[in-house]
Structures are given as structure tokens and as C-alpha cells.
């Protein structure tokens, strides 16, 4: 009985890690995370470098480059970032979403990381900018 109970727990284990971070975006079709950004409730972060930023971004998304974002607390960020909203947190591939959202997670955001890189929310409809950077 003991090693059933323990296989089963072994199991279910990884399911229930999966429910867990069932928060991100990568459950989310981008037009589900676009339609929430239509009707504000939701914003997008661009964790990209200045040099990414300037040769192109998704219109009306908020910036913050990681290597800045990473020596932000939260009594800053809470002043920069809308704390009701989905902070939904992107780049050029999601490894730096990835680590800007866990942060935010931590601070009490409801942030989540974007899979999809910059180019592909461009493909998916996301309208493209070009104006000058300027943080939130």
C-alpha cells in the first residue's frame, strides 16, 4: 500500500507542477493577451536591449531593458508598472520574459512571460513601432 501511495504521489507530482504555472502566457493564444491589452487589462513589458528596442517594438508596450529591470525593487516597479493589470512580459525569444516575469511573480504581480518572441507577435498582428524608447 505504501509504495502504491508513493508511486501514485510520484505521478501526480509533475501534474500538479504543471497546474502551477498554469499563469503564464504560454497557455494564452495571442489573441486572447491582445484582446486583454485592448481593453486595459492588460500591458506589455519589452525586456529587450536599447539596441532591439529602437530597430523595432510593439506599439504602446511599456520598457524596462533586463540588466535595468533586474536592479528595480518593487517600490519601484510598483510606481512604473500597473499592479492591477497582467504585466504580460516579453523579448526576443522568452528566456529574459521568463526571468523578468518569475521576479515580478515574486513581487506580487500577476505577470506573465510571452513564448513568443518579438517577431512573432508582429506576424500575429501586434502592431510594430518604431518611436524613440522611453521607459514608464
Not at 532591439?52 to 535595468?68: K, N
Amino acid at each position: 500500500m505504501s509504495r502504491l501511495l508513493t508511486l501514485s504521489l510520484f505521478c501526480l507530482l509533475p501534474l500538479a507542477l504543471l497546474g502551477a504555472d498554469a499563469k503564464d502566457a504560454d497557455t494564452e493564444s495571442l489573441e486572447t493577451i491582445q484582446e486583454r491589452i485592448e481593453n486595459e487589462g492588460a500591458v506589455l513589458l519589452d525586456v529587450r536591449n536599447q539596441g532591439e528596442w529602437d530597430q523595432g517594438h510593439v506599439e504602446g508596450a511599456l520598457w524596462i531593458a533586463l540588466p535595468e529591470f533586474r536592479k528595480l525593487n518593487k517600490e519601484k516597479l510598483t510606481k512604473m508598472l500597473p499592479e492591477k493589470k497582467i504585466v504580460y512580459c516579453y523579448c526576443a525569444a522568452g528566456k529574459r520574459a521568463g526571468i523578468a516575469a518569475d521576479q515580478l511573480k515574486k513581487m506580487g504581480f500577476d505577470a506573465r512571460k510571452i513564448k513568443a518572441g518579438y517577431q512573432d507577435l508582429i506576424k500575429a498582428g501586434f502592431v510594430e513601432s518604431k518611436e524613440p524608447a522611453a521607459t514608464p
